[in-house]
């Protein structure tokens, strides 16, 4: 279930070299990252320290996509684990959890692979978090039922897209998801285009700026 971290490195080791991790599988049906799908489900897995680390490690991959040389003791600083050395250092721990629950992959003593997108939680995994957590990630994953009328299963297609994109997805992965739970292709492209344009009326009022027609 869990992919094996092997021997981490430890100071005095300086810096670690980390690539991207390219999953074909992952990539497609996997969640960013940075999205609030990852800090909602699966923070209470990695824990804290170990997501902030991981968001830390891809965001470089914006600047850097092919990968980058990571300086331990800084990143350990700055992200409040300190530099103590040692293999139960709480910052070499983070990079063990990642490496055992699948979102980073050490390759040899001084790289790691860190994965871009987490897949979505297996029942094993939903089955350690609080209840409430349980049923709120029930209630995101619950398709709507196919003998719907039209115009109920549009309106439920809508709100699926809507929370889709609320939980980090950009608008392929959305429209991936609703032909997943069977929704007819028109059905699902109507639903993203609208959930994309309500999203964007309600950032303008949020922001305040006047519709185009009375600007």
Not at 44 to 61: D, E, H, I
Not at 103 to 132: F, H, M, Y
Not at 163 to 169: R, Y
Request: proline share 7%.
């Amino acid at each position: 279930m869990y992919s094996t971290s092997g021997n981490l490195p430890t100071f005095p080791l300086e810096t670690l070299t980390v690539r991207p991790w390219v999953d074909e599988v992952i990539d497609t049906v996997g969640h960013e990252v940075r999205s609030p799908y990852v800090e909602q489900f699966w923070l209470g897995l990695l824990g804290p320290s170990s997501t902030w680390l991981l968001r830390r490690l891809v965001a470089r991959f914006d600047a850097e996509p092919d990968g980058y040389e990571l300086d331990l003791a800084v990143t350990a600083t700055a992200i409040g684990l300190g530099g103590r050395s040692g293999r139960h250092s709480p910052f070499l721990r983070s990079i063990d959890r990642c490496c055992r629950f699948g979102a980073a992959q050490q390759v040899d003593a001084s790289t790691l692979r860190v994965r871009r997108k987490l897949p979505p939680l297996t029942r094993s995994q939903l089955a350690r978090l609080p209840l409430e957590l349980q049923e709120a990630h029930a209630a995101w994953a619950d398709p709507p039922a196919p003998s719907l009328a039209v115009d109920e299963l549009r309106e439920r297609a809508r709100g699926l897209a809507l929370s889709l994109l609320e939980l980090g997805e950009d608008t392929e992965a959305t429209e991936r998801q609703l032909h997943r739970w069977r929704l007819h292709p028109a059905i699902a492209h109507e639903a993203v285009a609208w959930a994309v344009d309500h999203r964007q009326v309600t950032q303008r009022v949020a922001r305040g700026d006047q519709p185009p027609e009375a600007a």
